[in-house]
DNA sequence: CGCGATTCTGAGAGTTACTGTCATTTCAGT
DNA sequence: ACTGAAATGACAGTAACTCTCAGAATCGCG
């Protein structure tokens, strides 16, 4: 008698290569973590991490194409865009991310506020992953400036409206650095507040 | 009759071993350019460079600690915080920036127009040295918050100060990136005029 | 000019991140 | 159980660096 995909899907939903899958996934990247933390970043060479994980080399990369990315796998700035596209169309551009931003950092935060300190400490500290981040940040700046375009009946390459994300990023960058740098514990949505309507301000100085 | 130090001022100023080693330099620089123009950056060896410019790859290194290294050489951003200085003191710091901005921009694009073109165009093409540039920008912009720090008593970390300071240079570098991808026919002063005019406008949307 | 001290250079060996190939093992569906 | 597909590991190779060391070029001084 075989199993309905009905039952399968509660029991195991996956089968068991799937799982073992991201079972390796996530032991890689946790000892690889761990590794960093315990001996810094540069001095934490892939073989190293493919022992601890017990798999060979070969097969780190195969989960991870650099070592950079097993830091770097970045689940939130997807997201980003999908509340972006979900807020209100009569909402300005400035209002609706700023209601997705706080929404996405408050729901970030409850769910993991240490790891994501720590991990930002990280990036933050190791000028690759640093470089790295700036690059993947970027490539979420240009399709924020797309999503806007596209609300607002404007251009793609429009040049205020990539000044307005490039403007966005930067006090974002900023509100997360201050953040980090005073160890967390600021309030990073009202940190954030204050640098938006700052910036809505004309950046008076 | 031993020439004067006056005389070798003007005539060789530097030892033979300081003229060699500046022409070197420009030699293994250039024929990095060339090459990296001919067949791409990733394609091009350090030891292909090495042999160009007829030095040993160990030489390489003791000229250039990166690969990168040979198109990042940024001569312009120690320049600004100079001019920055140089600005009277009566000058709001969003007057003084542009100010500087407008003066260093000009001076540069006068000499070297289509050098800072082709520069820019392979340090935006190549993700490498992109991520480079970005750390080398990073890196300006706290000294430029400093330097406006000074200049207005307030403290080093202070939040509206570092904003700014990042809002500015994101508006700078969407400047540059339209400019270039406009393959530098625009007015790059105009664009930046606009770039700042807008921030200063609160980025309306 | 000559000579010792300093600096520059090239050769070579070693490390590490990554790539590609291929045989072997492990799982999935029948 | 059996077969095709996917995952794995061993291995070889590349390229960017790093370190060391011996020899050559240059400099400063008498």
Tied chains: 1, 2.
Excluded at 13 to 40: N, P
Excluded at 41 to 49: G, K, L, P, R, S
Excluded at 85 to 106: K, M
Excluded at 166 to 177: R, S
Aim: charged share 30%; net charge negative; aromatic share 6%.
């Amino acid at each position: 008698m075989s199993t309905s995909p009905l039952e399968r899907s509660l029991e195991q939903r996956l089968g068991l290569r799937e799982r073992k899958k991201l079972k390796t996934r996530r032991s890689i990247q946790e000892h690889a973590l761990r590794l960093f933390q315990e001996q810094g970043y540069e001095a934490t060479t892939v073989e190293q991490i493919a022992e601890a994980a017990e798999v060979s080399p070969s097969t780190f990369f195969r989960y991870f194409p650099t070592k950079e990315d097993t830091v770097l796998t970045d689940e939130y700035d997807p997201l980003i865009l999908e509340a972006l596209r979900g807020q209100p169309a009569e909402l300005s551009p400035t209002e609706a991310l700023r209601n997705v931003l706080r929404e996405l950092i408050g729901e970030m935060l409850a769910a993991d506020r240490q790891r994501i300190l720590d991990r930002s400490r990280l990036m933050l500290a190791v000028p690759a992953l640093r470089a790295r981040q700036w690059e993947q940040t970027r490539e979420t700046q240009d399709r924020i400036v797309e999503a806007l375009a596209e609300r607002l009946g404007r251009p793609a390459g429009d040049f205020e409206l990539r000044a307005f994300g490039a403007a966005l990023i930067a006090v974002w960058e900023t509100t997360l650095l201050a953040w980090v740098e005073n160890g967390g514990e600021d309030d990073i949505l009202a940190l954030l507040d204050h640098g938006l309507d700052y910036l809505a301000a004309g950046c008076p100085l």
